[in-house]
């Protein structure tokens, strides 16, 4: 394995090494906005890629960074696509934010006040935790008068922010005030993606900008659980059983995903579907190199020559 500064250069995915990659992984862990779908739609040859991969005895995982979605959000979406996936195989920085509170003993008796989709209250839910804000937050306003107090739920005890395409100074004061004043409270980030394939044909601004609006107002950083931290891998660790030197993590971006991956000792295969360019990828300032790199999924069907 490469070390991060200094890296080898990644290396073409071609006929020649592809059997030494497949030979030495027991699991595919694959990102989805930009690898698996772009938008709603599905890239060419993926159904058959995870078909063949799975007929050959591989285990296949989906985490993704985009928290709209739940678990079942996502497998229903997976479904809608023609494509066969679990609940159990997702793994979304939804779950993740929700797993990470249940891991740190958060009480059920606090509440969780989410700046994001309907997929991080979700997953709070069958959690056990109760969450305010999210959508139904989208449409409410500020009053800039003088003698007029916002009031916020002092049991608020932890603040989640993800993507969020209805954000607001509503949810922006809501939130910044139970991190400044509600003792203890926690700042978690789902992620801190720039930008992300939110329609199949352009980017659109990612979680990070949310993010940093919160850490602008609040003067704190965050607790990020997904990708390039590693919390996500010690959960599907251990749910798996399996080593993650025995895994290789697919993704388009090299600071989430290929970093996500060698943070936690994978096999990576950065594919050129997505946010990454080749240009990007050799691009001499650029110090994170994944071992292989290929210009999509569907090429692994290829070069196994199925």
């Not at 139970?178 to 394939?197: K, Y």
């Amino acid at each position: 394995m490469s070390g991060q500064n200094g890296q080898a250069p990644a290396e073409l995915l071609s006929a020649n090494n592809i059997t030494a990659l497949f030979d030495s992984v027991d699991a595919f862990l694959f990102d989805c906005d930009g690898v698996i779908w772009k938008g709603d739609k599905l890239i060419d040859g993926v159904r058959q890629t995870l078909d063949v991969l799975r007929s050959k005895g591989k285990k296949l995982i989906f985490v993704t960074n985009n928290s709209r979605r739940s678990r079942r959000q996502y497998a229903h979406k997976f479904h809608s696509l023609g494509v066969s996936v679990s609940e159990d195989e997702m793994f979304s920085s939804s779950f993740a934010a929700a797993m990470y509170l249940k891991v740190n003993n958060f009480p059920q008796e606090n509440k969780v006040y989410v700046i994001g989709g309907e997929g991080i209250l979700e997953e709070l839910r069958q959690a056990g935790y109760t969450g305010l804000g999210g959508p139904e937050d989208g449409e409410k306003r500020v009053q800039l008068k003088s003698n007029c107090l916002f009031e916020h739920d002092k049991n608020v005890g932890a603040v989640v922010v993800g993507l969020d395409p209805h954000i607001n100074y509503y949810k922006l004061q809501y939130g910044t005030l139970c991190i400044r004043e509600n003792p203890g409270c926690l700042f978690i980030a789902t992620n801190r993606d720039a930008v992300g394939h939110l329609t199949d044909l352009q980017e659109w601004p990612g979680a990070g900008c949310m993010v940093a609006a919160m850490c602008a107002s609040t003067e704190k950083e965050p607790i990020v659980v997904g990708k390039p931290s590693t919390f996500m891998m010690e959960i599907l660790s251990k749910k798996f059983q399996i080593a993650s030197s025995r895994m290789c993590m697919v993704g388009d971006r090299l600071d989430t995903d290929i970093l996500f991956g060698q943070n936690a000792g994978c096999k990576t295969l950065l594919v050129l579907s997505g946010v990454t360019t080749q240009s990007t990828l050799q691009d001499p300032s650029n110090n994170i190199q994944p071992d292989y790199y290929t210009n999509q999924v569907s090429d692994i069907l290829e070069l196994l020559g199925q």
